[in-house]
Every structure is written in C-alpha cells, then in structure tokens.
C-alpha cells in the first residue's frame, strides 16, 4: 500500500466533506464520500418508486445496481447521479435506505475497493465496520446548532432556499435515525480521536489532523 488509511466519522454537517477533501490532498491520497454512496442508492430506489419498507422490491433492484465512485463523480448504472444526490429531499430519505442491512452489505466491497493505495475516507461508520484496521481513526463532531449554521450557509451560497429553524430539525433527525439504527450507528469508535469542531477554521482542524497521521 502507498499511502495511509484515514477515516473520519461524524455526524451530518461536522465538517467532515470539507476536511477529508483538504486532508486527502494533504497527504497525497484519494478520498471517498461513503455518504455519496448511500445517497446514490437511496436516489435511486426513489426514483424506481421502490420505498425502504418494500424489502422485496429493494433486494432485487440491489442486485441489479451498480454503484462507481471517482475522483467526486457519483454513477449508478451508468447514470452521473452527483448533482441530484445533493437536496434536501434525498437529505430527508437517505437514512431510511442506509438503515437497510442488505444495503450496507451490498456496499461494503465497493467502499473497501477504494483504499488500495491509501485512503481518507468519511462516514457514519468506517472505523467501526468498513475499515477496522485503519491507521488513524477520527470523529468529528460540533454542536447541532453550528451544524445546522453551515449547512444552511452551504445552501444560501448556492443560491438555494434555506430555513435555519428547518435545517436544525432535519439535521437533528437525520442523527437520531443514523445513531439509533440496529446496524452499523454512528457512534464514537473506542480507537478514535474525537475532535470538537465547534468554533475551528477547516485550516485549522485539517493542520491539526495532519499532523496527527504524520
Ligand atoms: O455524509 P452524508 O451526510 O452525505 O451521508 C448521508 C447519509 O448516508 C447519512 O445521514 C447516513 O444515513 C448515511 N451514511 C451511512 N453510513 C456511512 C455514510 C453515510 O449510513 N458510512
């Protein structure tokens, strides 16, 4: 292997998008959004009609999807998903879809995949499950508030419109379903490093992280 294997997990809006980009960068390796991944399947499923409590329809429609991941380019059957991926209606779906054991499973291999030369890789649960042995393990976090602020930002900046009251109750949601979830939750990992970006710059929180991989 040429480079490390780095993961960051943490909660919707922590941060971890921005750092694990500038991180990767950093330290001359790819890096992998798992969520893009989960987003990818449950726009999908959505958009064939297939809700998440029809177990049955979801089985086969997994068997015959195919998700690709590169270089920020998301793909399902062929189909460039990266842009549709990014609504607050997929926001408001995805954890449904990725509370589905047979979706994580099937997924698994595809995120490992990624890692052969190195890796710095986000999610919900890549120290716990999908790289154990990774080299350094990290999980970001900040306040749902702050959370909320940089998401509603994010969306202002885009020109979308954005609710700040809405944003905190969608962010809060969207953590209770992914930390209460049966399979794989988002919890602390015993091996991980937990940093409070409350108040950071991104500069800041990726300087101190490189140097925690050096
Ligand atoms: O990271 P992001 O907010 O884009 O992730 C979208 C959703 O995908 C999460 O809220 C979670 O439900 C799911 N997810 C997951 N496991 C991961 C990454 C994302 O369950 N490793």
Do not use: W
């Not at 460039?80 to 607050?88: Q, W």
């Not at 379903?177 to 970006?197: H, I, M, N, Y």
């Amino acid at each position: 292997r040429r480079g490390p294997v780095v993961v960051l997990d943490g909660p919707a809006g922590s941060g971890k998008s921005t750092v694990a980009k500038l991180l990767a960068r950093a330290l001359g390796v790819p890096h992998l959004d798992t969520g893009a991944i989960y987003r990818a399947v449950a726009y999908h499923m959505d958009s064939k009609g297939i809700p998440p409590e029809d177990s049955e329809l979801l089985l086969r429609e997994l068997e015959v999807t195919r998700v690709e991941v590169s270089q920020g380019f998301v793909r399902v059957n062929g189909e460039d998903v990266t842009r549709e991926i990014r609504t607050p209606h997929v926001d408001s779906i995805v954890s449904h879809y990725a509370a589905i054991p047979a979706v994580r499973r099937a997924l698994l291999g595809l995120q490992r995949e990624q890692a052969r030369d190195g890796i710095v890789a986000e999610g919900r649960d890549m120290a716990s499950v999908v790289f154990p042995d990774a080299d350094v393990k990290v999980f970001l976090t900040a306040s749902p508030e702050e959370r909320a602020r940089r998401r509603h930002l994010e969306r202002l900046s885009k020109g979308e419109d954005s609710d700040y009251q809405q944003v905190l109750r969608q962010v809060e949601e969207r953590d209770r379903l992914d930390s209460q979830r049966e399979c794989s939750p988002l919890k602390v990992d015993e091996g991980a490093l937990v940093f409070d970006t409350t108040g950071l710059s991104v500069d800041e929180v990726v300087l101190a992280l490189e140097k925690e991989v050096r």
